[in-house]
């Protein structure tokens, strides 16, 4: 069995070793990510090497492929957390955060609502938007999407209120570079169109779609601001076509009404 094969061991705090099976490559990853994330002035490679128990070669070897993805650097024979180690912990804790918050506001619009509400989240590096809370609805015909489903942002009722208060350069990059595909006989794949709708949505404050990123099922979405005016977050309905063009009208308002209170949470 080669070396990164086998059970890798904890730190050595007080002399002791924990095992763990398993491959050896992913744990030393993230345990090298958590010893740098400890001492914020830096450490060194020899430390690393000692506090982890794990050869010098292997533990350069693993900040050689971390630094070139930006999530280490070395600053004076130190190693530190680089941006993108920076940048996930900010996600990270903003999620979990954002989870607390919003939490028992889709559960309130889920019971006044009667239908699946979600939480969603812009993947500024893939440009599509990740469901990161669901909150089942009570009717018996409903859509029930798992925690981390994506949806492109340009057919989806919650991706058009991301994408409606981004930059205009980021939007017309994304319309621009982004294969705007036919996914129902619905969908808008106009880029003038497009942008008409996301117009519309910026001064309404609202993005209703009735079939056009899956057939049959429509969504009403509101934009989340937090206290810079930036948004990365909207929430809404996710409802058959059907239920939607019977009670719009009822539905923006409950989906408006649960944005702003989830924006004033955010301090928006």
Do not use: C
Request: charge should be neutral.
């Amino acid at each position: 069995m080669s070396d990164d094969e086998q059970g890798v061991p904890g730190g050595k705090e007080g002399g002791g070793r924990t095992e763990y099976p398993g491959p050896r490559s992913p744990l030393r990853v993230m345990q090298i990510v958590e010893t740098l994330a400890e001492n914020a002035e830096g450490t060194t490679l020899a430390r690393l090497s000692q506090h982890l128990d794990i050869p010098k070669t292997s533990v350069l070897n693993h900040l050689r492929v971390l630094a070139n993805a930006g999530y280490v650097s070395l600053r004076k024979s130190v190693y530190v957390l680089g941006p993108a180690a920076l940048r996930m912990g900010i996600m990270i804790t903003a999620n979990s955060d954002a989870l607390a918050i919003i939490e028992p506001i889709l559960q309130q619009l889920a019971e006044e609502s009667g239908e699946t509400t979600i939480l969603g989240l812009l993947d500024e590096r893939t440009s599509e938007v990740v469901y990161i809370q669901v909150v089942q609805g009570r009717q018996d015909i409903r859509y029930s999407p798992p925690v981390g489903t994506r949806r492109v942002l340009y057919s989806s009722g919650m991706g058009r209120a991301l994408l409606a208060f981004q930059s205009a350069e980021m939007v017309n990059n994304y319309l621009d570079n982004t294969p705007l595909e036919r996914r129902t006989p619905k969908t808008v794949t106009s880029k003038a169109e497009l942008l008409k709708i996301l117009d519309s949505i910026k001064a309404d404050g609202i993005s209703v779609v009735a079939g056009e990123s899956l057939e049959g099922l429509g969504a009403i979405a509101a934009p989340i601001f937090d206290r810079m005016g930036q948004v990365r977050y909207a929430m809404g309905v996710a409802v058959p076509v059907s239920r939607l063009e019977a009670n719009q009208e009822s539905m923006v308002a409950m989906v408006r009404s649960a944005a702003k209170r989830a924006s004033w949470a955010f301090g928006g």
